[in-house]
């Protein structure tokens, strides 16, 4: 997508430790008609397939999730939450996410009510690296006993393993930037 590649490369800084900063643009202070372009890019990349419910993790992908819903007609979003261990019931499904960021582990559900067999599942975040979150995400969808149509990922960091691994398990995986190599003395470099 090129209107966001021009922008990766105008407002994105990278970090030491293979971290790229988009926070003045996508996941902290946000660009309302950035956003709305992802979401219409993500709804022409998953069209005509039957989507009916958008699955994302807070917080950042909350966003993004709910423009690309906008895009496909209004379908629900809904957002895995990140949970201490004690509050887990009967009434969630669960699975446990290594934080890329973070460098910790942590509890992800949702609850039984928002995604049940028959659903046709889109999964939107904003970040793909080592595919923790997403993977968690599918495990999910999993134990739902839904469908999983795809992922939509707005910025894959190619050189790391997530990309790879999802692919190798067939699922449709669309990133709208995918970052090839990037260090502090070169920037970012896009994949073709
Ligand atoms: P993964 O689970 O694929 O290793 O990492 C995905 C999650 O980590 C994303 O949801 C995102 O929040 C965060 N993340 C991973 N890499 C980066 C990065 O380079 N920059 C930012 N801002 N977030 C990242």
Redesign the pocket.
Known sequence: MKLLKERILKDGVV?AG??????SF??HQIDVSLYREIGKEFRRRFDGLGINKILT?EA??IGIACVTAEAFGDCPVVFAKKAESKNLDGELYTTK?????KGREYNVIVSKKFIGEGDKVLII????????????LMELVEQSGAELMGAGIV?E?GF?R?GEIIRQKGIKLESLAIVESMDEENGVVFRN
Do not use: E, P
Not at 18 to 23: C, E, Q, R
Not at 125 to 136: M, Q, R, T, V
């Open positions: 970090k293979g971290v790229l900063k988009v926070d996508l996941n993790i950042s992908g996410v290594t934080s890329f960021t975040d904003d970040f793909l690296a080592n595919g923790c979150a997403l993977i968690g910025i960091k790391q997530g």
